[in-house]
Nanobody
Framework: QVQLVDSGGGLVQSGGSLRLSCAVSPSIPASYVIAWYRQAPGKPRESVIHLHPDDRIDYADSAKGRFTISTDSAKKTVYLQMNDLKPEDTAAYYC???????????WGQGTQVTVSS
C-alpha cells in the first residue's frame, strides 16, 4: 500500500512562492504518473500538473510558466514549486499517484495554500 503525506502549504502574499512536498512511502512505484490537484472552496477538484514516467509534463493552463514538478533522487518525495502565486491559486492541494489505466490511484491528505492580495 502506497501512502502519501502532503505538506508545505501556508499563507503567502500575491507574487510570492511556495514549495509543496509529498512524502511517498515506501516509494514512488515505477511507471506511475505523479500529479498535483487542487480544490478551491465550492469548486470541483482540478488537475494542476502531471509528470509522466517518460518525463513528459502536462500543465493546466493556470500552472504554465509558474509551477514546476519534481522528485528527489530516491523517489520518495514529490515537490510542487509554485511561483508568482495569485489569489486564485488559493485551494487545498493534493498529491496523487496513478497507474496508466488509473485502476489504482493514491491521494495525499491535502495541504492548504492561501494567497492574499
Amino acid at each position: 500500500q502506497v501512502q502519501l503525506v502532503d505538506s508545505g502549504g501556508g499563507l503567502v502574499q500575491s507574487g510570492g512562492s511556495l514549495r509543496l512536498s509529498c512524502a511517498v512511502s515506501p516509494s514512488i512505484p515505477a511507471s506511475y504518473v505523479i500529479a498535483w490537484y487542487r480544490q478551491a472552496p465550492g469548486k470541483p477538484r482540478e488537475s494542476v500538473i502531471h509528470l509522466h514516467p517518460d518525463d513528459r509534463i502536462d500543465y493546466a493552463d493556470s500552472a504554465k510558466g509558474r509551477f514546476t514538478i519534481s522528485t528527489d533522487s530516491a523517489k520518495k518525495t514529490v515537490y510542487l514549486q509554485m511561483n508568482d502565486l495569485k489569489p486564485e491559486d488559493t485551494a487545498a492541494y493534493y498529491c496523487s499517484l496513478y497507474n496508466l489505466y488509473r485502476s489504482q490511484q493514491y491521494w495525499g491528505q491535502g495541504t492548504q495554500v492561501t494567497v492574499s492580495s
